[in-house]
């Protein structure tokens, strides 16, 4: 097991290759085992300009249209999420059983990801924080790390800490997530209201040197208006839970709070009333409590970022999901679609690790 937890990415890599080589990929995909499984993939945002360049929550057009075309190449069979659930517990999933979520509801959700989608005919879940639905204003967290991506290796002004700071060259640089962490910190400390936040954003995008009014014209980093949530083909598009303020208290009565204002801002965006029973944890952030939590809300699945194969003996309320990124090279995916991933991941030790990802409350 070791060996297993310590496995080198080139490795896993090397491994995945081979096991397509000799037909292992094969032999999974078409195996009882597999019809056991269900894989779920993640994606968050498809750029409308450079995003995925600058976030590993962000892929190219270009890239989820080459990955729905693997799908495609691969036989696999793209299920509605409840549909795929619903079955799995009785071990009898077409092959290769694969479900397409989005997570938070990003404009470029309905402008790049939905044309793709329709043109296969793949359906999709998408899970909808509901806050920023109808401000027409970026999210505050996100671009405040997009704009200080696009000063990275300057040395710029930083309004409201009024001190001059170099830029990291990329998000993943201590000094790059401290700064960031300091303009968060800042605008939580002076509880900064929308209008705040779209001033300190404007005054930041000076700094840096970027054409914030250009960026507002794209709606970079906006969630969905509601006319636009409307606009979803509903055969298509199943719309479920993400919280209100895209959040997770650690009190009940507060997490509660924060589902039911979701439920009702999604029943009021979509104009339609029924209760929605599938969720998602912003940020893949979650306690063992929340199972309880979240059924006694009528909900009765749960997805979180925890990279892996659903299968019949998992929680419903913590399903494992693999996050697609453009760094993923295409054997992995391939590997992950077949089943054969599972053998070279951490997801086959007993103890599963949690992962968090990237933004946390995002105002």
């Known amino acids: 097991m070791t060996s297993i937890r310590q496995f ?7 491994t995945h290759r081979a096991a397509e080589a000799i037909g292992l990929n094969a032999m999974a995909a078409g195996s009882r085992w597999r019809s056991r ?3 779920v993939l993640c994606y968050h945002g498809i750029s409308l300009h450079d995003e995925h360049l600058w976030s590993d929550l962000y892929v190219s057009p270009g890239h989820l249209e080459r990955r729905l075309a693997l799908l495609r190449r691969a036989g696999a069979t793209v299920l509605p999420l409840h549909e795929a659930l619903q079955a799995l517990p009785h071990g009898d999933l077409p092959p290769q059983s694969v479900a397409i979520t989005f997570d938070d509801g ?3 959700f309905s402008a790049r990801a939905v044309p793709l989608l329709g043109a296969t005919g793949a359906h999709s879940t998408l899970y909808l924080t509901t806050w920023y639905c109808g401000r027409p204003l970026p999210v505050f967290d996100t671009m405040a790390s997009y704009l200080l991506w696009k000063g990275r290796g300057k040395t710029i002004w930083i309004p409201g800490l009024e001190v001059s700071a170099t830029v990291g060259s990329s998000t993943s640089e201590a000094a790059f997530q401290s700064l960031h962490g300091q303009i968060r910190a800042f605008a939580e400390a002076r509880a900064f209201t929308g209008d705040d936040k779209q001033e300190y954003l404007t005054q930041l995008a000076s700094s840096v040197g970027v054409d914030f009014g250009a960026l507002m014209e794209q709606r970079l980093l906006h969630l969905m208006t509601p006319g636009e949530v409307a606009k979803l083909d509903r055969d298509m598009v199943a719309i479920e839970l993400h919280t209100h303020r895209h959040r997770t208290p650690r009190d009940r009565a507060a997490f509660l709070d924060e589902l039911r204002d979701n439920q009702q801002y999604i029943a009021r965006y979509s104009g339609d009333p029924h209760p929605r029973q599938h969720f998602c944890y912003p940020s893949g952030d979650h306690v063992p409590e929340y199972a309880e939590w979240l059924r006694s809300a009528g909900v009765v699945s749960a997805t979180t ?8 003996g998992h929680n419903p309320f913590f399903i494992p999901r693999i996050i697609d990124t453009e760094q993923m090279p295409d054997e992995t995916f391939r590997a992950w679609v077949s089943g054969t991933a599972h053998f070279t991941s951490r997801t086959a030790l007993p103890q599963r690790l949690h992962r968090r990802v990237g933004h946390d409350a995002r105002h």
């Open 8 to 14: 080198p990415r080139r490795l896993r890599l090397a």
């Open 37 to 39: 499984r269900l894989l």
């Open 106 to 108: 990003a404009y470029d």
């Open 305 to 312: 970022c925890n990279p892996g194969l659903a299968e019949a």
